[in-house]
């Protein structure tokens, strides 16, 4: 059973289209992100839900917007995609113990690409 | 602003040898260090870690140093082996964590 899932695992989309990144944990985690990976190989933060609540939202244009109907999920949605926005993103979880995070799980990874 | 640093790109060597694996951080509130290993098309995996009250973890043929003075770990794998050539990132979590910070990775092929 995968920990952590997010579909799909390819994305190839033109610009301007919308599009949404699916992800599941199984891991009874409270906390998810979403990192994106560029060109330069740099995994960068994106957004981070802990319980529901944002709690991290990095510089990320507004035409990006996470969703978590529950702590098991975080789906990304992008509006109005841009050649730019080309990268593989990553889904992760961890748990909070005592106000300290533990080992970050993560998603295989949605290759985006917008033509 | 990069936080986490890993200045090698690239790394070679020789399988049944010893691959150290650097990185560096400028973060002082870092409290909680972490390596994973990335194979292409996966999402990274988690490795081994340690935490800021000690220098030194080791689990089978991995080890990891840290050294807060200077803000640099390592990541000692002996013997290397085939099957480790990977992307290897290292990762730094601050005491009021709810962030991993990443490094750029290091690409380690260990050679038959």
């Known amino acids: 059973d995968t920990a952590v899932s997010q579909t799909p695992k390819y994305l190839v989309t033109q610009m301007g289209n919308d599009k949404s990144i699916k992800c599941e944990q199984n891991l009874g985690h409270d906390t998810m992100y979403w990192y994106k990976q560029d060109s330069k190989k740099f995994l960068k933060i994106m957004f981070s839900?802990?319980?529901?609540?944002?709690?991290i939202n990095e510089t990320v244009p507004n035409r990006f917007s996470p969703k978590s109907p529950d702590k098991a999920h975080l789906n990304l949605h992008i509006n109005s995609l841009e050649l730019g926005d080309s990268a593989v993103y990553f889904c992760a979880s961890s748990q909070l113990l005592q106000g300290m995070n533990t080992e970050a799980f993560f998603g295989q990874g949605t290759r985006l690409t917008v033509v | 602003d990069q936080q986490v640093k890993q200045n090698s790109p690239s790394l070679s060597v020789q399988e049944g040898r010893i691959s150290i694996l650097n990185c560096d951080y400028t973060?002082?509130?870092?409290?909680?260090f972490l390596w994973y290993k990335k194979y292409p098309a996966e999402g990274p995996t988690f490795l081994i870690s340690?935490?800021?009250?000690?220098d030194k973890n080791e689990d089978g043929r991995f080890t990891v140093f840290l050294n807060k003075s200077a803000k640099h770990l390592s990541l000692h794998i002996v013997p290397s082996q085939p099957g480790d050539s990977a992307v290897y990132f290292c990762a730094a979590i601050p005491y009021t964590g709810n962030q991993f910070y990443f490094g750029t990775g290091t690409s380690l092929t260990v050679i038959p």
């Open positions: 839900y802990n319980n529901k609540e944002l709690i």
């Open positions: 973060n002082s509130m870092f409290d909680y």
């Open positions: 340690i935490s800021s009250i000690k």
